[in-house]
């Protein structure tokens, strides 16, 4: 007999945080490089600005969704 498997449910919650993470860094480059490519910029002063800070708020919310722990519905309502 074998034993019932656990379904791995921090591996899919962390794997769709690097998803999340690649979805928002790879949204605020191209938004970066498309703004670069409309000004007609010499240096790529959006694609850096806009990947940069997109890299911040992916990390921003990765650290916030890993720390945030969920009530569960076992704790007093005090």
């Given at each position: ?54 890299v911040?708020?992916?990390?921003a ?18």
């Open positions: 007999m074998s034993l019932p498997k656990k379904p791995p449910k921090k591996f899919l919650k962390f794997s769709g945080i690097a998803f999340q993470m690649l979805a928002i860094i790879g949204l605020g480059t191209f938004w970066g490089s498309h703004l670069d490519q409309k000004y007609a910029t010499e240096t790529p002063f959006y694609t850096l600005i806009f990947s940069l800070v997109s911040f708020v992916a990390l919310i990765t650290i916030r969704q890993v720390i945030h722990k969920p009530k569960s519905a076992n704790e007093d309502k005090s």
